[in-house]
């Protein structure tokens, strides 16, 4: 189970918030626009970073620059 080492793993880069507006899910509790994120693992479609709750969380691509 590699997420449970991903909070102590060397952030990869880092990424700007540009926008919460989803459909399906709440973002907005736990990003906000124009706060900078530590990305620690990437895949085609998500994003893994360090959210405002101090977790790893996973989050479609599009949210981000």
Not at 6 to 33: D, M, P, Y
Request: charged share 25%; glycine share 8%; aromatic share 14%.
């Amino acid at each position: 189970m590699i997420h449970n080492e991903w909070q102590g793993k060397e952030t990869i880069r880092t990424v700007t918030c540009k926008h919460t507006n989803a459909s399906k899910f709440l973002v907005s509790n736990v990003l906000t626009v124009g706060n900078e994120y530590e990305v620690k693992n990437e895949t085609d479609e998500f994003i893994f970073v360090v959210d405002n709750t101090g977790k790893v969380g996973g989050y479609y691509k599009t949210y981000f620059e």
